[in-house]
């Protein structure tokens, strides 16, 4: 299946973004998350005002398409000396189980080399066991476990893993 990718840089391709978040988020958080703490993240991390400045921060945000049809997106950006950070993955899960999320893994990969980055780094919640696989498959180690709260007696509960570009 050929898949593109497409940077996400105007005002809708951004709101295409928090579409697809607010689909993919209510079944990849429904076991994992109360539905009030994805309503707070989901506006905490996706809405509009909140991309249009990480974009003016140098996050780069992609839509993957089915042809014209975005069906998933990605976000990564600087992190720290020779680091970046993937700050989000995420696909439909009609185009799970196809190699698609392994596609996407390296395409960030190659992107984050390309611009310069030793080491790509990303946080998974702990829970997320299909990611942790599919990461752990495509060659990142865990390098540890952070609680981190976020606000509203909400905290994100995850393993930070890194891959050498």
Sequence with gaps: MSMTFRNAETEQELKTVEKLAEKIWARTYRDILSPEQRAYMLKMMYDLSV???ELTEGIRFELI????????FLSWGPYGDGIAKLHKLYLDYAYHGRGIGSQMLQH????????GYKFLRLNVN?????AIR???RNGFKLLEKV?????????????VYQTAL
């Design 65 to 72: 398409c089915d042809g014209e049809t975005p069906v998933g």
């Design 134 to 136: 599919a990461y752990e």
């Design 51 to 53: 991309t249009k400045r």
């Design 108 to 115: 960030a990969i190659a992107e984050t080399r390309a611009a």
């Design 147 to 159: 609680k981190n709260d976020i606000g509203s007696g909400y905290y994100m509960d995850d393993y």
């Design 126 to 130: 702990k829970q997320n066991k299909d």
